[in-house]
């Protein structure tokens, strides 16, 4: 592992290993899945006495037209009221984001990683309803829009369109973070344990960062991201989302500075007050020929 942890810091680009020389911007992290309940273990810590968890979800590692120092500006700014506290933020797409690990490494390499793992073909079903309900996909039967997801039919049009099969292949994205962490600082569970027995799998939570457990904080058990699952309400959420979402990082970034999510602000879009400055999602046409989506594929079958 310390040859892991060596790659770490020779696979860096220059500028990112010469201002990695203040590690520990954050304490821990929760990576991923997406779709698969992250947002309740969010919810869990936020109300631990210990924790100091900022809200929503920071891409802060992920985008490349910030520097290391910027990065660890935006997070000290972020981490001002923590007194003391674990210092934590959430990102679920962190996990399969080819990318990231490095830069957190260099920028913390004590961070201690949580990861939580769904039933990937029910984390894509899951995914792809939300890309729905945000204007990221075109509203359409799951049977038909699956198949044209998994064959790419969207790709070109739909910016996050790819991140319904590539945001479930766990074995790449773990080898990813193992390859610059050490596996005492990640730890893995399930949904599905999270959903069986929220409390134990808090308590598992508290010891690994180190912190007291036996706490039941109501945000564990409540409902978060809740789906709409027929086409005429996703069409409606659609079409309001359709005004505070945009696929151009590049456009929100310029115009509003960080903590903007980059690839949504409904605060930012509402204050513009202007039509049409926030890019909406561009719809392909009606494909006539799609071919049905096989149960079997590999991309949305692997699993760890």
């Known amino acids: 592992m310390a040859a892991a942890q060596g790659q770490t810091q020779t696979g860096l ?8 020389a203040q590690p520990g911007v954050v304490d821990a992290i929760v990576i991923g899945a997406q779709k698969a309940g992250s947002t309740s273990l969010q919810a869990g810590l936020a109300e631990h006495s210990a ?9 802060v590692f992920e985008r490349t037209d910030l520097t290391p120092d910027q990065m660890a500006a935006h997070l000290a700014k972020a981490f001002a009221p923590a007194a003391g506290r674990l210092r934590m933020i959430k990102r679920p797409n962190y996990l399969c984001l ?9 920028l913390a390499p004590q961070a201690r990683l949580i990861v939580v793992l769904r039933d990937p073909v029910k984390r894509a079903l899951s995914a792809y309803i939300h890309m729905q309900r945000f204007g990221f996909l075109p509203v359409e039967p799951a049977e038909e829009g699956m198949a044209r997801v998994f064959d790419g039919v969207y790709d070109a049009d739909y910016a996050r369109a790819a991140e319904v099969r590539t945001f479930g292949r766990y074995a790449e994205g773990l080898a990813s973070w193992a390859a610059h962490f050490p596996k005492e600082q990640i730890w893995v569970t399930t949904f599905e344990r999270l959903i069986a027995d929220p409390g134990a799998v808090f308590d598992e939570a508290c ?12 945000g564990l058990t409540r409902v978060h991201n809740e789906g ?13 989302n359709a005004a505070f979402f945009q696929y151009t990082p590049g456009r929100m970034h310029r115009r509003f500075r ?13 204050r513009s007050a202007r039509p049409g400055r926030c ?21 949305i079958m692997l699993t760890i």
Not at 13 to 20: K, L
Not at 51 to 59: A, L, N, S, W
Not at 259 to 269: D, G, I, K, L, Y
Request: glycine share 4%; aromatic share 8%; net charge positive.
């Open 279 to 299: 890019a909406r999602p561009r719809r392909p046409p009606n494909r006539n020929s799609a071919r049905r989506w096989l149960h079997a594929s590999p991309l």
């Open 51 to 59: 924790v100091f968890m900022t809200e929503g979800e920071d891409p």
């Open 207 to 218: 010891t690994f960062l180190g912190i007291a457990t036996g706490q039941r904080p109501d």
């Open 228 to 240: 709409a699952y027929d086409p005429a309400s996703l069409a409606a959420f659609a079409r309001v």
């Open 258 to 270: 960080l903590p903007v999510n980059p690839w949504r602000s409904r605060t930012a879009c509402w």
């Open 98 to 106: 080819s990318h990231v690990p490095a830069t957190v490494a260099a």
């Open 13 to 20: 680009p220059r500028s990112v290993r010469m201002s990695a």
